[in-house]
């Protein structure tokens, strides 16, 4: 049986304790700013990219990794595995995708090994569909089936976030100069979810953040009879343990997931929404016969 690695970008926003169990790999992104380069994760976290930007600052512009970069990730997996099924941020907005592929390219034959997937997500909507794989994986199916398997399961997973207000989303050009005047104007707190692999404003919630927050929860899990209650995430930009608190507490009352995990999101993620931003990110029922199981978990 062909030994199969699972990788991602360090943007899927994974907890360590699940990249080590499921025995996931990440090629990292890069912050710029006007203080220099610095490697996403390792170098510089949520934290430091929103108190960065709060000073004033606004240039902190994602880097993907180059066509190389991703040829020489794939190469070196490749000298310890006999396949890699690599999940990808979504296409539509990062270039990642495209570089991964150009540098699966500089593989030469070797290129036949490589698999690569668009999620159609951001930060840990593609998490989930890189745990099913690594599950899948370690199931025993083969790259083929995998690959499918988790392509079919795109559609039934569940990104979106509640941000504090627009400022971040339009420093990096995620809405217009108008929205986010309108959002400051009449504290307006934007949710952004994926849609068909784009990454769309899907409502406006007026006034009180605990409040808004309120109503995104119950928004976005009150369809609780199509959601899979295995594994949810909490992925978040600066919030606190009594923000994080409540929120949990208010998941519980729409759905008993098995497991609900916390994660800070990487700066990359971070500096798209800025702090008191977080989501709730899951999966619907209808995906791969697999996961639909009751008691199987994502």
Known sequence: ????????????????????????????????????????????????????????????????????????FFRSHLEDYDEIIHICIGSSVSAAMGNARVGREKLGNESLKVHLIDSGHLSTGVGLLVLEAARLRDEGLGSKDIVKKVTAGIPYICTSFLAYNADYLYYNNKVSEKVMKICRLFRLHPVLAVKEGRLVLKRLYFGNYEKAAEKYIASTLKDNKRIHKGRAFITYVGCGHELLESVNEKISRYVKFDEVWEKVASATIAANCGPLTFGILFQKTGGTAAVDRKNDML
């Open 1 to 72: 049986m062909n030994s199969i690695a699972i990788t991602t970008e360090c943007t899927a926003d994974l907890p360590g304790k699940l990249l080590e169990q499921y025995k996931i790999d990440i090629i990292y992104m890069d912050i710029e700013t006007d203080s220099g380069i610095f490697r996403d994760t390792t170098e510089i976290d949520s934290g430091n990219i929103t108190e960065y930007m709060a000073g004033g600052k606004r240039k902190a512009q994602s880097i993907v990794p180059s066509a190389t970069d991703y040829g020489s």
